[in-house]
């Protein structure tokens, strides 16, 4: 059994009605006593979650753009100072391994990437050095993460942070879910980085909203997350990952061949779906809950939330010859699909 890190609590979680989240979660709050109004507050624009959980990870180096254009997704040796990228490492079979937002200064590369992650990352990269004047460290527990609802790059002056591309495409690359119309047009957010010892600085007097409130948000808006929608079999088509994360004439990095296979000959054995979930019942139905249409098991729920305008809503993936018409269940509660990859 994988024993987790152990992750620094957050002073954050000294405000006043903070609750604390469960396994990589339990340092930061879930919430801070109600959850729907500090979703309000961040589609206004007003609040800030503490993402201090996150690993952060740091390359520097004059060769540290050109050595992870070649072993990521995305292309990366034009990223200038302060622009932000979103880029993958997939295994040699194409299924998504590590997800990666990257932001350069000028000097370093900062990584911020999925909570525990960090120390894995950084020892991958580090045994893909060779001889490549690049260094690799785990920086997290120097530097903390805040998630803000904004759309704009930090500017100078400004602490360094990474923007969300969700759901522009990036570069030359291709949508497998609409274009137009997409709910994430109404999603800003970025990652700032800060130091650990400055987060309650860093805030300030900004309400704070829970890793629940984003979360809500995060899956109206379609928005895919390693470790949630992802799963050992995950390639990038199922998720439309591709959109802001893959660059499909960049030049080979390990498990390309799966992309471009699945890309040009044919579809992904699954697609996710987002789901208006029955609201009857008290309790929501848990991550990793099966899918069923009829009597056929077609999938699992991926993440799930309460919104605080559509009620329970969900994220599943489910195979792909799945009717886009059915009405399919979640623990006995119907949910209506929402086609997010076509079938």
Same mark, same amino acid.
């Given at each position: 059994? =994988?024993?987790?890190?152990?992750?620094?609590?957050?002073? $954050? @979680?000294?405000?006043?009605?903070?609750?604390?989240?469960?396994?990589?979660?339990?340092?930061?709050? %879930?919430?801070?006593?109600?959850?729907?109004?500090?979703?309000?507050?961040?589609?206004?624009?007003?609040?800030?979650?503490? @993402?201090?959980?996150?690993?952060?990870?740091?390359?520097?180096?004059?060769?540290?753009?050109?050595?992870?254009?070649?072993?990521?997704?995305?292309?990366?040796?034009?990223?200038?100072?302060?622009?932000?990228?979103?880029?993958?490492?997939?295994?040699?079979?194409?299924?998504?391994?590590?997800? $990666?937002?990257?932001?350069?200064?000028?000097?370093?590369?900062?990584? =911020? =990437?999925?909570?525990?992650?960090?120390? &894995?990352?950084?020892?991958?990269?580090?045994?893909?050095?060779?001889?490549?004047?690049?260094?690799?460290?785990?920086?997290?527990?120097?530097?903390?993460?805040?998630?803000?609802?904004?759309?704009?790059?930090?500017?100078?002056?400004?602490?360094?942070?990474?923007?969300?591309?969700?759901? /522009?495409?990036?570069?030359?690359?291709?949508?497998?879910?609409?274009?137009?119309?997409? &709910?994430?047009?109404?999603?800003?957010?970025?990652?700032?980085?800060?130091?650990?010892?400055? $987060?309650?600085?860093?805030?300030? /007097?900004? &309400?704070?909203?829970?890793?629940?409130?984003?979360?809500?948000?995060?899956?109206?808006?379609?928005? &895919?997350?390693?470790?949630?929608?992802?799963?050992?079999?995950?390639?990038?088509?199922? %998720?439309?990952? $591709?959109?802001?994360?893959?660059?499909?004439?960049?030049?080979?990095?390990?498990?390309?061949?799966?992309?471009?296979?699945?890309?040009?000959?044919?579809?992904?054995?699954?697609?996710?779906?987002?789901?208006?979930?029955?609201?009857?019942?008290?309790?929501?139905?848990?991550?990793?809950?099966?899918?069923?249409?009829?009597?056929?098991?077609?999938?699992?729920?991926?993440?799930?939330?309460?919104?605080?305008? /559509?009620?329970?809503?969900?994220?599943?993936?489910?195979?792909?010859? =799945? /009717?886009?018409?059915?009405?399919?269940?979640?623990?006995?509660?119907?949910?209506?699909?929402?086609?997010?990859?076509?079938?």
């Amino acid at each position: 059994m =994988t024993e987790l890190p152990v992750l620094r609590r957050s002073p $954050l @979680l000294d405000r006043p009605r903070a609750v604390a989240g469960e396994g990589l979660a339990a340092s930061v709050a %879930v919430h801070y006593g109600d959850p729907m109004r500090e979703q309000r507050l961040l589609e206004e624009g007003l609040a800030v979650v503490d @993402l201090s959980h996150r690993s952060v990870v740091t390359v520097t180096g004059p060769d540290r753009l050109s050595w992870l254009h070649s072993l990521t997704t995305q292309h990366l040796t034009d990223l200038g100072p302060r622009e932000s990228r979103e880029a993958l490492i997939l295994t040699p079979k194409g299924h998504v391994e590590h997800s $990666l937002h990257l932001v350069d200064d000028g000097e370093t590369t900062w990584i =911020t =990437t999925e909570p525990g992650a960090g120390e &894995p990352l950084r020892e991958w990269l580090d045994r893909m050095r060779f001889m490549l004047r690049v260094e690799v460290a785990d920086v997290t527990a120097d530097w903390a993460v805040l998630g803000e609802p904004h759309h704009s790059e930090s500017a100078p002056g400004e602490p360094l942070a990474w923007r969300d591309p969700w759901p /522009d495409l990036v570069g030359d690359t291709v949508a497998y879910g609409p274009v137009d119309d997409h &709910p994430g047009t109404r999603w800003s957010w970025r990652e700032v980085i800060v130091p650990r010892a400055s $987060l309650s600085d860093a805030v300030g /007097d900004r &309400p704070l909203a829970g890793l629940w409130a984003a979360d809500a948000l995060r899956i109206a808006a379609w928005r &895919p997350q390693l470790g949630a929608e992802t799963d050992h079999r995950t390639i990038v088509h199922e %998720v439309d990952w $591709l959109r802001t994360a893959v660059h499909l004439h960049k030049g080979c990095y390990r498990g390309q061949e799966t992309v471009a296979r699945v890309h040009n000959l044919g579809r992904p054995p699954r697609r996710l779906v987002f789901l208006h979930v029955d609201g009857s019942g008290h309790v929501l139905p848990s991550p990793g809950a099966e899918v069923r249409s009829g009597d056929r098991v077609v999938g699992r729920v991926t993440s799930i939330g309460r919104h605080h305008t /559509d009620g329970p809503i969900a994220l599943a993936v489910i195979k792909r010859n =799945t /009717d886009p018409e059915a009405v399919l269940l979640v623990d006995d509660l119907s949910a209506a699909q929402t086609v997010v990859v076509a079938p």
